[in-house]
């Protein structure tokens, strides 16, 4: 039995994918990754025609994808996170059909339900053996975790590993297991090693910065939270991680060992985990060379699929055990609901990824953003979009103060008692006007670009397209 | 005292404004904003105020705007008019 096929053109046709198909695609070679792009194009070119596209993430290297949309070749596409490059056009209403946004918790979700069926995977595998045991933590394109690929590895029709790493059978430490694969395909390059994972971010050297991030580690040591045993995720923004370097300087003062840190996993957290703040890292994707290097040498860093990490179908998810997790936002309106879907002029550039799974599930929900970004303000009376619902959002860190959310009345007392700045959204928000001016609204378009469905399934927001002038 | 010459205030980098002013007969402004939707009629009002306290009545201006705040966006206008008239 021969598992390993000669080319994708070949393998799509064994897959037996049919016009009106769903084919699926993990993102972690990121602004990397040639796979869905190298598959799509073989899909054009074979002439097939209103094909669904389920992805956890698009990014700005599959902006060929809207070629694919304007010939019709995709006519449907699911994902977690669309970057500006195919957000923009998705807002200027390329798509027919409106864009499925989920989570990273609520598309794996769907996918076990049988609510999402995928006709056929594409794995990018940076190593495979001929039978498909795959692992993204060796080989010239190494990414780390596959976290997000364990879904739809397990609950697709069929699945294709593509891999530029093609190593005799058995590969050792394996992720993805060749039970559940179908196919092997060998390419010369699954991506760009310089767009899968990026140099060390930069803690932010900018004083309003590290204002925030300042008042955001005084928010969790005097939450009640920060004891042995803590839990925590964090952004790779610029002032989260500083965020987390002050937290780490307290929790080394203090003695205080947690239990494990959560995420998209980046050097900082690799970092605590060496300075024993965490027994383990649980990483369902790794930003950074210095994540890659950790998650294949040590043992303590353990890798989770998107179905452990964040899934409300499962038994348990790493989410319900997380006790703080410091997320971003690109509006917060003065009911706390977030948007990380659109931008400042209502144009898809992001999405929820795991911000509401992580919200929902951790029980200190933290917000860093600046009081605003190029004059327009953070806080607004009504957000553009909700991508993770105010229930789920604790406090609010700017640098001009520190807002809670009204139903936190004793984290409330507790950070006043220490001492911290706290101030009402609603002055929050008029504090920050003074400054910028008010705004004028945006016009509103009229026809539904896209659905963002919370990760239980339920229907949380509608985004309309931008008009153009 | 009028523009006499071509002069430019700012930069382009995100949060300011940059400023080109040259003489002209009459005034006209001509606004780019990363934010035209939410405050460019208040650029604008904010620009021709800067430009009557100058006591500027003719000037061809261009305002580059990557999200500045008001107060910014007068300096700018301001150090354009002072370049333009060659007091700076």
Not at chain 1, 241 to 247: N, V, Y
Not at chain 1, 286 to 311: G, N, W
Not at chain 1, 394 to 401: E, N, P, R
Not at chain 1, 425 to 444: N, Q
Request: proline content about 4%; overall charge negative; some cysteine.
């Amino acid at each position: 039995m021969s598992k390993v096929v000669s080319s994708i053109k070949e393998v799509v046709q064994l897959a037996g994918l049919k016009d009106g198909m769903t084919v699926s695609f993990h993102h972690h070679l990121r602004n990397g990754d040639f796979v869905l792009n190298m598959v799509m194009e073989e899909i054009a070119q074979q002439g097939y025609k209103d094909i669904n596209v389920n992805a956890s993430s698009l990014f700005d290297v599959h902006v060929p994808i809207l070629e694919h949309i304007k010939n019709g070749v995709v006519t449907g596409i699911a994902a977690d996170y669309i970057a500006a490059g195919v957000g923009r056009a998705i807002s200027q209403g390329i798509m027919e059909k409106p864009v499925q946004f989920r989570t990273h918790g609520g598309r794996p979700r769907d996918i076990v339900l049988g609510n999402t069926p995928i006709d056929v995977a594409f794995i990018a595998a940076p190593t495979a053996d001929t039978m498909g045991n795959c692992s993204g933590k060796y080989g010239k394109s190494a990414c780390g975790s596959l976290g997000y690929a364990f879904a739809d590895a397990m609950f697709a029709k069929k699945v294709v590993v593509i891999t530029d790493n093609l190593v005799p059978y058995p590969l050792q430490d394996f992720s993805i297991s060749e039970d559940w694969v179908d196919y092997v395909v060998q390419v010369d390059a699954i991506g760009n090693p310089k767009g899968i994972v990026s140099g060390t971010t930069q803690i932010t050297r900018d004083p309003v910065g590290l204002v925030m991030a300042s008042h955001a580690a005084q928010v969790i040591a005097n939450s009640g939270l920060l004891k042995d045993g803590f839990s925590f995720q964090t952004g790779a923004g610029g002032a989260s991680l500083a965020a987390a370097k002050f937290l780490k300087d307290i929790m080394l003062e203090r003695g205080i060992q947690g239990s494990f840190g959560l995420g998209g996993i980046t050097g900082y957290m690799v970092d605590m985990l060496q300075a024993g703040c965490f027994r383990n890292l649980m990483d369902v994707q790794c930003f950074d060379l210095k994540a890659v290097e950790s998650i294949r040498t040590d043992p303590r860093h353990q890798e989770i699929s998107a179905m452990h990490y964040a899934s409300p179908a499962s038994r348990s998810a790493v989410v319900d055990s997380l006790d703080v997790v410091i997320l971003g936002a690109t509006e917060i309106d003065t009911d706390f609901n977030v948007n990380v879907h659109t931008d400042s002029n209502g144009y898809i550039m992001g999405g929820s990824g795991g911000h509401s799974d992580t919200a929902a599930g951790a029980k200190l929900s933290m917000i860093i953003a600046p009081m605003f970004r190029a004059r327009l303000p953070i806080v607004t009376d009504h957000v553009t979009c909700i991508s993770t619902p105010g229930k789920d959002i604790d406090v609010l860190v700017t640098q001009g103060g520190i807002a809670v959310n009204p139903k936190n009345v004793e984290l409330t007392a507790n950070l006043k008692a220490a001492g911290l700045p706290i101030v009402d959204i609603h002055e929050l928000k008029e504090k920050t006007e003074r400054i910028t001016g008010t705004p004028a609204k945006l016009p509103k378009g009229d026809r539904v670009v896209a659905e963002v469905i919370s990760r239980d399934g339920e229907l949380l927001d509608r985004i309309y397209n931008v008009p153009q002038k | 005292m009028e523009i006499v010459k071509l002069a430019t205030a700012g930069t382009m980098e995100s949060s300011d404004a940059y400023v080109e002013i040259e003489p002209a007969a009459s005034l006209d402004i001509q606004l780019e904003s990363v934010v035209q939707e939410q405050f460019g009629d208040e650029i604008c009002r904010v620009v021709r105020e800067v430009l009557e306290e100058g006591g500027v009545s003719g000037a061809n201006v261009r305002v580059v705007d990557r999200g500045a705040l008001e107060c910014v966006i007068r300096a700018r206008v301001e150090t354009a008019i002072l370049r333009g008239k060659g007091d700076a």
